[in-house]
């Protein structure tokens, strides 16, 4: 791991958890898998503290242990830390999918880590109740919901965090919840909803293959239209009913049953025009669906592995542009094509004075976006003409580069958000009180000369430079999202590759 990736997960963990489970995190970041003696023995903590942050970081699934005959070993996972980025687009996939109390629902298992589902349901109950203008919740509809989010498999049981014993298999069993029970507790009364010590936890690895499909179905829809999107989906989904979620690429799906799931859709131009846009997913040259036989009306193979390889050269081509202009990314997308290239050849190509030619070229390779190899002439014994140079592109180099300038400015922008609020912290708590008072006032009846009273504690200097500041905080928070979006892609394709 880099430093400015374990940078990165430490200021994540002290954003969210404070300093004393950012200490003790750091100190397995940089330590790897060590007994609770060792941390002691490093980190400047008293017993007590260092236990409550390990009890915190195992809590939400970043520190798992594995228990021998003579000592525990605490190792971290920071992949797991790196997700606490995309906890805003998990909530707005399960909203999506299940409704906004799903999203009230999984916020609070977010905030817990683990949870059983009679607190989740009496949490979010009280929360709905909290809101304004909502209707009345009902518990046997957040039953509802909650079973939903377990039959998506976006929640499943959590059982332990010891690595010898925790289940490879996911647990989605339901538990028998005594809904009176339910009503009693949240009447303050005693009851027992039946599902004592089972604990349920966001499934991770399901929200991450969901966010993979959307972004191969995104890119189709933005490539072709949104007919070629839908009918990405639907090949997905039946990629699911054959083959491994993480396979690189799918059994073979048949055209008939295609054709069965579009007819079940509201898209008559989709159904009309299926083989036409099978044919135009499979010619395009992202090449993310392959036809691998003929039988039935043909068979269709849906490449994840190659998806997410072209994206990847997408993603990279688009980053030279900005950075560098349209005409190094000419120059990054003809070395890439000819796969190994002579800066002759590359200004024979390029179609742009050969002098502009060698600059680009070789500010691409000092960036290491494109790479020169040094080769040697046969038949040539001595002198300047003995050896050549030859450029081409390492894209899993390029692509690890890529992942570490993502690092590097989400770890930026989060401290500049930081210093942003830190140092703008008077005059946002000031805003706060405003703000109390006259939701305290209007609920007492206050007059609009009273309120406008208390409005004018604000100064408009101070009105100016708030929104000023607030301004700021919304594009660093927009940043960090894109960002994440990039980082997101790039990972799949390491992981595909």
Known sequence: ??????????????????????????????????????????????????????????????????????????????????????????????KTHCGNDSEIMLEEVLKHGYITASDMIIKTYKKIQELPSSQEPSIPNL??????????????????????????????????????????LLQNEKGDPGDSKIYWKINFDRFTQDLRDQVVTSAISRRLDTNAGELMTQLINLMYLRTAPWADTSNPIPYTEIKDAVKKLNYPELEQYLEQYLHLIEEDNSQFIMRVGDSGGGQYSVNMKNAYNQLAWTTLENIVTEKYGSKAARIFRLVRNKTSVELEQIQQGAMMPAKQVKLLTYTLAQENYIQVQEMKRSGVSAGPMKTFFMFYIDLNRVVQMQVEHCYHALYNIIQRRDHESTSNKRMIDKQLRVEILTSNLKEHGATEEQLADIAEMMTPSEKQQLEKVQKSIKKLSAAELLIDETLFLLHMYQRYH
């Open 1 to 94: 791991m880099s430093a400015v990736y374990n940078k990165l997960c430490s200021l994540l963990l002290e954003e969210h958890f404070g300093p004393i489970v950012q200490r003790v995190g750091t100190d397995l970041i940089n330590n790897g898998g060590r007994s609770l003696h060792l941390i002691l023995s490093t980190v400047d903590l008293p017993s007590a503290k260092v236990k409550e942050g390990l009890y915190v970081l195992i809590k939400y699934g970043f520190v798992t242990y594995h228990v021998d005959q003579k000592t525990t070993l605490y190792t971290i996972d920071c992949k797991k830390i790196i997700m606490i980025l995309r906890y805003p687009r998990y909530m707005f996939l399960v």
């Open 143 to 184: 039953k509802e919901t909650f079973e939903l989010l377990v039959k998506n498999q976006f929640l499943m049981r959590s059982h332990s965090f010891d690595t010898m014993l925790e289940d490879t298999k996911p647990d989605y069993n339901l538990p028998n919840l005594n809904l009176r029970a339910i009503a009693n």
